[in-house]
């Protein structure tokens, strides 16, 4: 039974993930290899909950409640140490994921389900970082985690039923809908995704419309809740990129390779939401 959850990582994903399996009743640790990323990211979860009570959407007893059970500390070995599940969601490298884990094994209880929110990277690779790569699974979550509903839940070849189980069940405990998909690159979301939004990238760069045409051909022509450029913006050029160049190397499929517009924005910096500049200009606001 998972009574406690380790988060690691503070960022843009990891705050979230650590605000909403708080609200789900779960006693949560959040952490990241830099400390001082620690206190930005509890403000940035009182002020969703903050939001989500002026909204309606939380009970003030709610969200206070969450906030009693978040607690942040300064290591993820301490993290971890009394963890039933540990939740990694820190940058898309798979080296470093890979050294996280043997961390996280050696620190972690016997019977602990280890998850990670890559949202492409092999599951498979991750978990050979791990001394139980059977309790090892995808949980990928989709940005912002406070509001969207999909949750992808990702099973190697090892992956035991068990921990496929515990991950679904912590996820609908979290007011996600879980789907169970095979570790094959890009999974199914991210293969889709980033299909979609390379293509609308290489339309910019054919001059073919403006990126709000072309996202609101696909908001009422197909129904989708945010244009793909939109979409790209929010989770970050430079995710896209390297998202990208993964599935063009492990699929050869030539409808992966990055558009040149996507590498020179980069290059730039225009990185979308985050550097308050992308297809469209941004805001910068505190909270996400």
């Not at 690691?8 to 993930?17: L, R």
């Not at 969601?89 to 019977?111: G, H, M, W, Y």
């Not at 990277?121 to 050979?128: F, K, R």
């Not at 045409?213 to 990129?241: F, N, T």
Request: hydrophobic content about 45%.
């Amino acid at each position: 039974m998972i009574k406690r959850i380790a988060v690691i990582g503070a960022g843009t994903m990891g705050h979230g993930i650590a605000q909403m399996t708080a609200l789900a009743g779960y006693a949560t640790c959040l952490t990241d290899a830099n400390a001082k990323a620690l206190p930005a990211a509890l403000e940035r979860v009182q002020t969703n909950l903050a939001g989500g009570v002026s909204r309606g959407k939380i009970a003030k007893e709610a969200a206070d409640a969450a906030l009693e059970r978040l607690e942040t500390v300064d290591t993820p070995a301490e993290a971890v140490q009394e963890a039933d599940l540990v939740i990694e969601a820190i940058v898309e490298n798979l080296d470093v994921k890979q050294q996280l884990f043997r961390l996280i094994s050696a620190n972690v209880p016997d019977t602990a389900v280890l998850a990670s929110n890559t949202s492409s990277l092999s599951i498979a690779a991750i978990a050979s970082g791990a001394t139980k790569p059977e309790r090892v699974v995808g949980m990928h979550f989709f940005n912002p985690v406070h509001i969207m509903k999909l949750l992808e839940v990702v099973r190697h070849d090892g992956t035991d039923d068990a921990t496929v189980d515990t991950a679904v069940a912590v996820g609908i405990a979290m007011g996600k809908e879980p789907i169970v998909v095979r570790d094959r690159p890009g999974f199914a979301s991210s293969r889709l995704g980033i299909a979609i939004g390379l293509e609308a990238m290489r339309m910019v760069e054919e001059e073919v419309a403006l990126p709000e045409a072309i996202d609101k051909a696909m908001k009422l022509g197909y129904g989708h809740p945010m244009g793909p450029l939109e979409l790209s913006d929010l989770v970050g050029l430079d995710v896209r990129l390297s998202i990208a160049e993964y599935l063009h190397k492990e699929l050869e499929a030539p409808h992966f390779e990055p558009p040149q517009i996507l590498r020179e924005m980069v290059e730039r910096g225009d990185l979308g939401k985050k550097s308050g500049k992308g297809f469209y200009e941004w805001p910068k606001t505190k909270s996400s």
